[in-house]
């Protein structure tokens, strides 16, 4: 594993119920997020980041991917998907986002699940205990509103001035008794079309 890793965190919940009524099915929100001391630390402006991003992002989509498929059961059983990275407050935004944008990291977690959606993601820089929110959305269809939750926790003791905190979320359903439609029922009724939202 990689020398810069801490520790790895998990963030588990289920919804059984919500406004009163019983939730079917079980909303499952997990989390999994990685705590690295940030591998540019005390190089001043590093203009090419290249090198670290291809060294640590790979092994640390591979981990945080195998544990939240292995906390879920399967990839087919997660429907929403996200990411997030937090950098803490010695560090540049740009450190934390290298590690989770790129195919590196994203890719692992996207074949492993069937996505055809691209991952939502947060970029934020805070002190220990900042929550971490990563937003989901369906795997395959970004505009299916049900599936738009968000993954919400934060870690006692990170991210430490000089850490990055990446993280991945899941759900196994949408939000309980979903009823506000989506984007293409909006469409519709504004009388406009996927290929042209707008209308122009």
């Known amino acids: 594993m ?59 989509g591979k981990a945080l991917t195998d544990r939240l498929i292995s906390m879920v059961g399967s990839g087919e059983k997660i429907e929403a998907y ?48 900042t929550q971490i929110q990563i937003p989901l959305m369906d795997k395959h269809d970004t505009g299916r509103r049900s599936h738009y939750l968000t993954v919400q926790f934060s870690i006692y003791d990170a991210p430490d001035v000089d850490e990055i905190v990446c993280a991945l979320g899941a759900a196994t359903s949408g939000r309980p008794h979903h009823r506000i439609g989506d984007r293409y029922s909006d469409l519709k009724a504004l009388g406009k079309s996927v290929d042209n939202p707008a209308g122009i």
Not at 41 to 50: A, T
Not at 123 to 128: E, F, I, K, V
């Open 2 to 60: 990689l020398k810069e890793l801490r520790k790895i965190v998990t963030f588990d919940e289920d919804i059984y119920s919500e406004g009163g009524k019983e939730a079917d099915p079980i909303l499952r929100i997990i989390g999994v997020a990685a705590v690295l001391a940030n591998p540019w630390k005390g190089q001043g402006f590093v203009e090419d980041l290249q090198p670290e991003i291809k060294r640590i992002a790979p092994v640390m």
């Open 82 to 129: 996200g990411k997030a990275a937090l950098a803490g407050t010695s560090c540049e935004i740009e450190h934390a986002s290298a590690i989770i944008h790129t195919l590196q990291f994203g890719n692992f977690y996207r074949e492993a699940v069937g996505a055809k959606s691209y991952l939502g993601f947060t970029n934020t820089r805070g002190p220990a205990n």
